[in-house]
């Protein structure tokens, strides 16, 4: 019974020093400044998020016309093309692939609504009276 009340004490002095561990943690600021390497990340990842909210703008104010789209599809493919051998652009290029799928399906309705749209019927001109 004694070391049943001995194991219980220590799982209870074990589970209260975890606890405050992490409570410190969470309370605590962070001392240590970022590293060059750590702040260079947050300043991209910040730029995407600025980069993706005017994309956003611009594909809403484009989002009803298939050249102005391909447009887009164009600047995402330069984009992918500049920064496909960097390691480090992974978030980037996965954004634009995911733009370039979502516009190309855009493209694919606007396509198939068009060519579900009758064809205006071309009336004749009338010619002239002549006296």
Do not use: F
């Amino acid at each position: 019974m004694k070391k049943l009340a001995l194991a219980l004490a220590v799982l209870i002095l074990l589970a209260a020093a975890i606890c405050y561990n992490v409570w410190r943690a969470d309370q605590d600021p962070v001392t240590a400044t970022p590293s060059p390497l750590e702040t260079g990340r947050l300043q991209l990842h910040n730029q995407l998020l600025e980069s993706e909210q005017r994309e956003s703008e611009i594909e809403q104010q484009d989002w009803n016309t298939v050249t102005l789209l391909r447009d887009l599809i164009q600047a995402h493919q330069q984009r992918i093309d500049k920064l496909a051998g960097n390691t480090q652009a992974g978030e980037i290029l996965a954004h634009d692939r995911d733009a370039i799928a979502r516009i190309q399906s855009r493209i694919a309705e606007l396509e198939a609504q068009q060519r579900e749209q009758p064809a205006p019927q071309q009336q004749p001109i009338p010619s002239a009276t002549r006296p």
